[in-house]
């Protein structure tokens, strides 16, 4: 206990020497002024008081002979160390050391008056005590003289061996502290490795999964794409088809239109209210409410305007007022087709004109008549 204590006061004061130095100025002139100087003071002197006790004690305790004996010399000097580490100004270096002085060198008297002839007379038997075993097995009486230092160098080379064999040993320790620790890191990088390719799997086959889908709605979505495609189609034929079919009705009304047309007015006379210069003109008249009334009757067939209102021509009984308002007469049905169909196409028209006579186009007259004169 007591040679561990030595070597880690060494220790300790070696590093507080080396911390004061680094703090004091390179110049001598200033390291005096400076208030770390008696600090480095009781530094350099505390170390001439390790060195002389080294030179005294460790080349017996390097033999394992004995032990650091003065345990008070080290207490001083602990308390020594911890004073100068202390914030508080030490006192002057004789004044803090006189105790430190007078305990080592009384323990150095002490050694070398009392111990040492003990450790010699003692170190004497353990060399006799080695040469008589030799010689025990050599089977012949040695010569002790030239045995001895033989055997002093074997001992010291065991005690060296024993000293590497003790650092190795710690060196031996913490290596295996530091394995340990790396072989704790590698057990849970492996751990985190195993659950990271766990989730790669997973993503993996979802990854899959969602490709299978896509794959699958892209089949959908061509199939609904050809369907619309051929409802296209339909809907376009479809479309032509009514289109040929309306065509074809306008065709068939507008020729049984004409034929009639021909027909009627060849058999038809005029009322008797209208003198004879107004006859071609009322063949005129037939056919603009004729051409009228065929309009209406393809708006009505194809459903875009149902009841559309139509000009009439004035009677008599209305020349005094406004020539702008117009009489209206509606439109046949288109719910009750079926019922006018057999009528004829020309019977809606006669009954128009029976209603709303002739003579009502009065302002118009005198200009007939000049255009039948001319003819």
Known sequence: MLSRGFIQLEKRHSTIYKRVKSLLPRRESERRVHPLSRHCDILQAVETRISMLNMTYMKYIENNLLCFIPGKVLDEMINVLSFVESDCTPPRTHQL?????????????????????????????????????????????????????????????????????????????????????????????????????????????????????????????????????EWDQKYKDLTTELVRARDYLLLKTTSSANTGGTSTSHSSSPPKVFRSSIKPRVSHLLLKNYNLHLDLERKRKSNLLPDIPVKVPRGPEEEGEDKSVDKLIPLKDPDKRDENEGKGDFSFLFENLIKTPLTGIKSRKRKMAEDIDLK
Do not use: C, W
Not at 110 to 137: C, G, M, N, T, W
Not at 145 to 165: C, H, S, W
């Open 97 to 229: 050391l006189q105790e430190l002085r007078d305990l080592s060198s009384m323990a150095m008297e002490h050694f070398d008056e009392h111990i040492l002839p003990r450790v010699k007379e003692h170190k004497e038997q353990i060399d006799e005590k080695r040469q008589a075993f030799l010689a025990s097995f050599s089977g012949s009486p040695p010569n002790i003289k030239q045995a001895r230092p033989f055997i002093v160098q074997q001992v010291n080379d065991l005690q060296k061996i024993r000293k590497q064999y003790k650092t190795y040993k710690h060196h031996i320790a913490y290596l295996n502290q530091n394995t340990q620790k790396l072989f704790q890191k590698m057990k849970k990088q492996n751990k985190r490795l195993k659950a990271q390719s766990i989730k790669i799997r997973d993503q993996e086959r979802k990854i899959q999964e969602q490709s299978i889908k896509i794959q699958e709605q892209e089949t959908a979505l061509a199939d609904i794409k050809k369907h619309m495609d």
